[in-house]
């Protein structure tokens, strides 16, 4: 009797303890529910709105002190219109500057395209365009009533478009439109909710969405929504919106006496802010729900600890806390102490035998782990001693200079893994000359660097010892193939090019054609006929492909890691990817350099193999005697 006295007493304090702890964590729960979903509509509208903003930039960038035509700039307008969600037009304007006339244009996704200069529409006296070539960055206008494009609620994005460099003058401005619906549908869902309310406030406090039809979309601002209504209540959320901070405030509906537990926090840097709300009879449900339940728990919860606690409390009291104090040591990290109790033949020797093969089972494990770490970590170790060893093998960029003649040879290299099969080399020859060469071995990791480290030596070898690229290629043929029982093989574009003349030399075993980079932006893929690769068989000879380097080319060479890094959706970077990433007016390292990062923005997450690219450039000093001339050898 006595025992389950004890145990009722216990039950009720538990359920009272229980009662009070239910009551805090609702309410911090309702706490951070709403705060979690003004944070999730906030940042939701932040990426929205920031892809939007990202595409002004991006417009912006390309088209100042751009070479593209008028129809060249409506067509990448529209393309950019096309691909940003939610966007419904767009305006381009760049002012006449040198021999560029001035052009202005607005692109819509459902009707015709609008020239501003056609028009005669003075868009310069407009305050829209105006404060846009003041402003420094883009922003936000506050929402407005669009008749022209079907009579619908809309919001713009402005961004200055400025010419490059130190001066930073303002060339005109790009502005992408959104109609309203497009921020506040994503909302809809959670102000449909029950007992949820839904406020959307503009950079200058204007009401884009509210709760109840006295909050119409863009004709009164939150402050004076406040005033009108009588819902002194919101005015501090109002204050907050206006200088773009957080706020947590539980407040009453001055108007409906209703509790309010609502949170306001800016839409990112866009100046707009999100203010969720919600009520507290949704909080007072769910708490007297979990009382409720909580009750009857302890009832029932009750009655069986009157009934067996006298029975049981005997036969399993000790042994059980016994099993208990070695539960604790278990969590406390001690596995040495064996378990009591193991002999007995009912439920606690079950138990403590279970208990007593998870110790002895994590004593061994433990051992297993630290051996396994041990072993992982001194892996880790050599793999990276070996791909500083592989770097350190490859030669550094250089700049070779003969009187006004100045050739520019620069590589870079970035393996899938610690090690890669991919490399290069620069070899200076005595008579002026730099020979090169790009190879990809055809595996990854610690075999195709072990490979490539041989192929590597071997050509080296080769090219010291004279000959065109055909007989070091076919000399380095014969040697690789001598042990090479692993069937491992390579692919290498070698050349060799003179400072002075630019006469340049080339030949292939089995690698991609490089390009080549013309002073006036033309590029063009060198037909280089190519042989076997190197490792299946000796060869006797290679073709050789001959060109000369004008002042200003580049020569450009890579591996297969470039045009075949793919994308999430298994889409290939290409050629078409390549060619859009270089550009003439680079140097050899700025080249390799640009179109790394370009595969990398391309391709991330997926995982990609081996890339290396290589770029050879000559140039040659000005003089008023001898100017240079556009050639057409490569």
């Not at 922003?139 to 930073?168: D, H, I, K």
């Not at 802010?273 to 909580?294: M, T, W």
């Not at 640009?594 to 991330?604: C, D």
Request: aromatic residues 6%; charged residues 20%; negative net charge.
């Amino acid at each position: 009797m006595w025992s389950g006295l004890v145990s009722v007493t216990v039950v009720v304090l538990m359920t009272a303890a229980m009662a009070g702890y239910t009551h805090w964590r609702i309410d911090q729960e309702a706490r951070l529910t709403t705060l979690a979903n003004g944070q999730q509509m906030a940042e939701h509208l932040d990426t929205m709105m920031d892809t939007v903003a990202v595409t002004a930039g991006a417009l912006s960038e390309l088209a100042a002190d751009s070479p593209l035509d008028p129809r060249d700039l409506t067509e990448t307008l529209r393309a950019l219109v096309e691909a940003t969600p939610g966007c419904a037009g767009g305006l381009l304007a760049l002012e006449a500057d040198g021999g560029r006339e001035a052009y202005t244009r607005y692109v819509s996704l459902d009707r015709p395209d609008r020239d501003f200069i056609a028009d005669g529409y003075d868009y310069r006296t407009r305050a829209w365009f105006q404060r846009t070539l003041s402003e420094r960055a883009g922003w936000w206008s506050e929402p407005y009533f669009n008749e022209t494009a079907g009579g619908v609620w809309m919001v713009t994005y402005n961004a200055p478009l400025r010419r490059r460099g130190r001066s930073g003058e303002a060339l005109g401005m790009v502005s992408l439109d959104l109609p309203l619906t497009a921020l506040t549908d994503p909302l809809q869902t959670l102000a449909h909710l029950p007992g949820w309310q839904v406020w959307l406030v503009a950079p200058e406090g204007t009401v884009a969405m509210g709760p109840d039809a006295s909050a119409d979309a863009g004709q009164r601002s939150l402050d004076v929504h406040v005033a009108d209504t009588g819902r002194g209540d919101l005015a501090p959320l109002a204050a907050a919106a206006g200088e773009h901070r957080h706020l947590l405030l539980s407040h009453t509906n001055q108007r409906s006496g209703e509790d309010l537990l609502s949170v306001i926090g800016p839409v990112g840097d866009s100046g707009w802010s999100v203010l969720v709300s919600q009520s507290h009879a949704l909080i007072e449900a769910r708490l007297n729900q979990a009382l409720a339940l909580l009750a009857a728990g302890g009832l029932v919860l009750a009655l069986l600890c009157t009934l067996l606690v006298g029975r049981l409390a005997r036969r399993i009291a000790q042994p059980v806390q016994r099993l208990s104090d070695s539960a604790a040591r278990l969590a406390d990290g001690d596995y040495t102490t064996p378990v009591p109790d193991l002999h007995r033949g009912d439920e606690v020797g079950v138990m403590a035998r279970t208990l007593e093969h998870a110790r002895s089972s994590i004593q061994r494990q433990l051992v297993e782990i630290e051996e396994m770490g041990a072993a992982r970590q001194k892996l880790e170790s050599e793999l990276s001693i070996a791909r500083d060893i592989q770097l350190a093998m490859l030669p550094p960029g250089r700049v070779i200079d003969r009187a006004d003649h100045h050739l520019e040879a620069y590589a870079q290299l970035e393996p899938a893994k610690a090690v890669g099969g991919d490399f290069y080399s620069f070899v200076e020859l005595g008579n002026n000359d730099l020979w090169f060469a790009i190879g990809d071995v055809s595996d990854k990791g610690v075999p195709a660097a072990l490979f490539m480290a041989r192929t590597t030596t071997v050509l080296e070898a080769a090219a010291r010892g004279g000959g065109d690229p055909s007989q070091v290629l076919a000399a380095a043929s014969r040697r690789l193939v001598e042990g090479n029982d692993t069937c491992m093989f390579a692919t290498v574009l070698c050349g060799r090019i003179n400072v002075r003349s630019g006469d340049c030399v080339l030949a292939s075993a089995g690698h991609d054609p490089p390009v080549c980079l013309h002073p006036d932006g033309r590029i063009e893929t060198l037909p280089v006929e190519t042989g076997g690769p190197l490792g299946f068989e000796p060869a006797e000879a290679f073709p050789l492909w001959r060109c000369r380097l004008e002042p200003g080319m580049t020569l450009l060479a890579y591996t297969d890691g470039v045009t075949e890094a793919f994308d999430a959706g298994n889409v290939a970077f290409g050629m078409e990817g390549l060619i859009a990433s270089v550009r003439a007016h680079r140097d050899a390292r700025g080249q390799c350099e640009r179109l790394i990062a370009e595969v990398h923005a391309f391709a991330q997450p997926a995982a990609q193999d081996d890339i290396t690219v290589l770029a050879i450039r000559l140039r040659l000093d000005p003089t008023p005697e001898t100017p240079m001339e556009a050639s057409n050898a490569c």
